[in-house]
């Protein structure tokens, strides 16, 4: 992949296991819902050798610093709670990539980004439960990368363009998995929040796009869309931040998923 094709994603990774539980598509986010059966298809045209994805639940307190995974093999990290035993049982037995983590090391620190490798932690499933449905076969290396607990702006679009290098290398895909809105507004509220989402993603100006960005806890009803926490949507300042090369964002997904409220939706951006 060159920088002209998909290889940076945003996506929402639905609610827990959801995409795999009949009794969500209630919610539109289960198996036979529109939402889950576009996201599944995203990216059936990008064949990547990597995936590189920043996970809206895995952060680091350490100054300017993330948590790289660097084991051969994962486990799956199940930390959600009160689903049926099914959702226990998952398997994803996708290699990771070692050599590639050490190799991240240099190219963030030339932009003042620390790294600790993690060969411990298994994917959780902000990784595995997205992954699972859009790489089903399990066979190209997963590397995973958490948030910096701080939830700086700077500090994650700044994150996205030292990842660049390495996505480019390594013909990957970066997955931004987060969640677009995580909180419950009124419909009015969304409109006007997701407008303001959409215009920064998708301005032909970078700079605005940044700008904007920079300034995310200012956008209209931010507290109500994501309250208490923006780890789910610092992910998309990340997927921003590799984009800056490039032309505008693009909304791939636009589908009601009432997870959070009646009336809410759900978002995927490409760049």
């Not at 070692?98 to 620190?109: I, M, N, S, W």
């Not at 507004?185 to 006007?192: I, S």
């Amino acid at each position: 992949m060159t920088c002209s094709a998909m290889n940076n994603v945003f996506i929402g990774h639905g609610g827990g296991p959801g995409f795999f539980l009949p009794s969500f598509d209630r919610f539109g986010a289960g198996p036979s819902s529109p939402y889950t059966k576009k996201l599944s298809v995203l990216c059936k045209n990008v064949l990547p050798k990597l995936l590189v994805v920043v996970t809206a639940h895995w952060e680091c307190k350490e100054r300017d610093t993330v948590y790289i995974s660097s084991a051969k093999s994962h486990k799956l990290l199940f930390d959600y709670g009160g689903f049926p035993k099914e959702a226990y049982e998952y398997e994803y037995p996708a290699p990771g990539a070692p050599e590639v983590a050490k190799q991240a090391v240099p190219l963030l620190a030339k932009h003042n980004i620390k790294v600790l490798h993690d060969d411990k932690r298994g994917l959780d499933h902000g990784v595995f439960i997205p992954l699972m449905l859009m790489f089903p076969k399990a066979d190209i290396p997963v590397l995973a990368i958490s948030l910096n607990g701080k939830q700086d702006a700077e500090f994650h679009l700044r994150l996205g363009k030292a990842l660049a290098p390495l996505v480019e290398q390594h013909n990957a895909l970066l997955i931004a998995s987060g969640s677009d809105i995580h909180g419950s507004m009124t419909v009015t509220q969304q409109d006007e929040f997701r407008a303001w989402v959409n215009e920064a993603v998708t301005t032909p100006d970078p700079h605005r796009r940044e700008q904007m960005l920079l300034n995310y806890r200012q956008a209209p009803h931010f507290s109500s869309a994501h309250p208490g926490s923006a780890d789910h949507f610092v992910p998309l300042l990340v997927s921003a931040g590799l984009s800056s090369c490039k032309q505008q964002g693009k909304v791939e997904i636009d589908e009601d998923v009432a997870l959070f409220f009646k009336g809410s939706k759900m978002q995927c951006f490409s760049f």
